[in-house]
């Protein structure tokens, strides 16, 4: 079952402005995930946080997660033609299987 | 860096053929997984492995089965290939239980 949404579903910004992408989810999580797919291609790990972790950085990315309102968001800062990809969130429900959403595509004009 | 290599980048069956997607990794991973992804339905779950000789099924396992003989392969089975089974198949694997999945680069698959 699909546990996490992406919200929106596109998005379109100009090079060096944020991304910003939402993510609700159902049931009670050990961890969410989000990851990178660039058209054609797997899907490639972003960052990890813990469902007792509030904010977590990796170089331009920031990611909150409110479990309160079972929700999480990825900022992307100072976007790049080369972030032009497609953007997912999944749950970890500790029971070994990764739940996926349906994805928000970003589009970055130069 | 852990590779995950599919066989096939794209591949074209007839309806009814037996189809067999195969997938290998290399870092010495737990567990292995197969999902299908679809426009505007995200990728949902078909089969996993948590150790060798070991299946768990999935949200969608119907049409499909799996065998994992070795730790590193884990393959997929369409056992009659049908038209609702053209779809993109990515595996990925991880060391273990909510660690971040590895994927391969996936193989789009047409069953006319």
């Known amino acids: 079952s699909q546990q996490g949404e992406e919200d929106p579903q596109a998005l379109s910004i100009q090079e060096g402005e944020n991304a910003t992408m939402n993510c609700s989810y159902k049931?009670?999580?050990?961890?969410l995930q989000w990851y990178r797919q660039n058209s054609g291609r797997g899907l490639v790990h972003l960052i990890l946080?813990?469902?007792?972790?509030r904010e977590k950085h990796s170089g331009r990315l920031r990611v909150t997660l409110d479990t309160s309102k079972k929700s999480s968001s990825l900022l992307i800062t100072a976007s790049r033609a080369a972030d032009t990809a497609s953007y997912f969130c999944?749950?970890?429900?500790?029971?070994?299987?990764?739940?996926f959403g349906a994805g928000t595509t970003v589009t970055v004009r130069a | 860096d852990v590779k995950v290599t599919q066989s096939s980048r794209y591949l074209v069956k007839r309806t009814g053929e037996k189809v067999f997607l195969e997938c290998v990794q290399d870092?010495?991973?737990?567990?292995m997984f197969w999902y299908r992804q679809d426009p505007g339905l995200g990728l949902r779950l078909i089969y996993f492995?948590?150790?060798?000789?070991?299946?768990e099924k999935g949200d969608i396992p119907e049409g499909y089965s799996v065998s994992r003989e070795k730790k590193e392969r884990f393959s997929l089975i369409l056992e009659s290939a049908s038209t609702n089974q053209t779809s993109m198949y990515l595996c990925?694997?991880?060391?273990?239980?909510?660690?971040?999945?590895?994927f391969g680069n996936g193989t789009r698959l047409t069953v006319t």
């Open positions: 990925a694997s991880s060391s273990r239980e909510g660690q971040p999945l590895h």
């Open positions: 049931t009670s999580i050990n961890n």
């Open positions: 946080i813990r469902s007792n972790e």
């Open positions: 999944a749950t970890d429900a500790n029971d070994y299987k990764l739940s």
């Open positions: 870092m010495d991973h737990e567990n």
């Open positions: 492995s948590y150790d060798v000789k070991m299946k």
